[in-house]
T-cell receptor
Framework: KQEVTQIPAALSVPEGENLVLNCSFTDSAIYNLQWFRQDPGKGLTSLLLIQSSQREQTSGRLNASLDKSSGRSTLYIAASQPGDSATYLCAVSSGFQKLVFGTGTRLLVSP | ETGVTQTPRHLVMGMTNKKSLKCEQHLGHNAMYWYKQSAKKPLELMFVYSLEERVENNSVPSRFSPECPNSSHLFLHLHTLQPEDSALYLC????????????FGSGTRLTVV
């Protein structure tokens, strides 16, 4: 059974810092890995999608890497801003139409 | 309108009520999902529909009844719920094998009183 773990559970940083969020999964047989952002009480916004054959994806200040063999992904946020404050969720597509989520990292960026 | 739309955004219902959640996607996807998000727990997959056929029921109590009349619409019918069913219910869609990733709606915040 696929299990996804995210570390840290919560992170508080001052504005401008570069930061790394970690995601690990137990079964390396995945189709892809997706990072989402969730604001309090809201739905999920897709940030980056990495296929199993890819090593990384970039979008603006965000960069996500994937090391499938070791079961790890990192989300790098450059020059953090208060608007980046949210919960970040990692999810792996593990089998046909099966998306398994981690418990998330709650990020607070203070001005 | 684009993306995945869920209505209502908020719902308060008594334990004896019957209500329905609605989800609509305008992405041309052929698979739709219901997820439940409770406080401090990972998102839990409830139901999967592929080409309007239910392909997965993740041990969900019968007081939750899904319906997928066509590839663009998904409903979750609720009856005789319990207070512990209070949660954020999220709808998502994907195309085929999910290689294109999932798109989520904004969710319905359900409170059972």
């Amino acid at each position: 059974k696929q299990e996804v773990t995210q570390i840290p559970a919560a992170l508080s940083v001052p504005e401008g810092e570069n930061l790394v969020l970690n995601c690990s999964f137990t079964d390396s047989a995945i189709y892809n890995l997706q990072w989402f952002r969730q604001d309090p009480g809201k739905g999920l916004t897709s940030l980056l999608l990495i296929q199993s054959s890819q090593r990384e994806q970039t979008s603006g200040r965000l960069n996500a890497s994937l090391d499938k063999s070791s079961g790890r992904s990192t989300l790098y946020i450059a020059a953090s801003q208060p608007g980046d404050s949210a919960t970040y969720l990692c999810a792996v597509s593990s089998g046909f139409q099966k998306l398994v989520f981690g418990t998330g990292t709650r990020l607070l960026v203070s001005p | 309108e684009t993306g995945v739309t869920q209505t209502p955004r908020h719902l308060v219902m008594g334990m004896t009520n019957k209500k329905s959640l609605k989800c609509e996607q305008h992405l041309g996807h052929n698979a739709m999902y219901w997820y439940k998000q409770s406080a401090k727990k990972p998102l839990e997959l409830m139901f999967v529909y592929s080409l309007e056929e239910r392909v997965e029921n993740n041990s969900v109590p019968s007081r939750f009844s899904p319906e997928c009349p066509n590839s663009s619409h998904l409903f979750l019918h609720l009856h005789t719920l319990q207070p512990e069913d209070s949660a954020l219910y999220l709808c998502a869609s994907s195309q085929g094998s999910s290689l294109g990733g999932y798109t989520f709606g904004s969710g319905t915040r359900l409170t059972v009183v």
